[in-house]
């Protein structure tokens, strides 16, 4: 069945911020697994078949598979459960994304953000990221700090590194931010998606970490900064209450999947 998701942008109160986008909520049903061998398009076009026994399918889902297109999002297309099939030569649907956004959404440069949406970050991970067999071991050491109003003081930061943060940022690198109680993570997109944390205190962004080979503060650290203190200096969000900014073509992109008519 398909869902639709309502639209109205008007004026912001927000005096820095371009508009608010409210989305209602959809319904959210519990479902049985539906064995099925399924059609699924990616995004050079191509359709490939698929078995499916962990989740009850419908044209139009988001899903990760195995085999050689593991990784890349695809979408169901056609669903049949009558068949006969070996899994010698099926490979199997892996992960069905959950694409279902509610909340009020202040737009603001180029990601949108709420205090009060449905989105956590282990959904919004799910969309990038594709499930592992095994969960990758990390070792810390202590984390990089910096105040959110003032990064001149930080020696760590390299300036050709903030340049490549800033253009990272402005190309909507920085796909995801989710803060909870103080405690941030972010996804941010370079070559390859990264996972960033971090914790706002006392006006400072504190034990920030990022998961790719650099140990210094990388460009995909300084991007998430950037952002945040973009948010704080034009007072888009208070940084003491929880709040998610997704990039803006990743919020449309997944209302997209989920309506059949958008009114803006």
Known sequence: MKMKIGFSIGENKKENAEN?????????????????????????????????????LNVGDVVFVDGKLAGQPGRVTEVTTKFKVSLDFYKRVIAKLNLEIHGDFNNFKCMMISENSNLSFEQVSAWFIPPREEEEEFFIGEGYELPIDNFTNCSDIDEDEYDEAVELFFCEGVKFISVKNGVGKAIVKSNKYHIVDFTIENGMIKNLYCDCISPHFCKHLLAVCIALRMMNDMSIINMENDFIAISKNMFYNAVSYNSDKITV
């Not at 959210?28 to 059609?39: D, G, K, L, M």
């Open 20 to 56: 608010i986008v409210n989305a209602i909520a959809p319904q959210i049903v519990a479902e049985e697994p539906v064995r099925s061998v399924v059609t699924v398009r990616f995004e050079n076009g191509k359709e490939y078949p698929y078995y499916n026994d962990e989740f009850n």
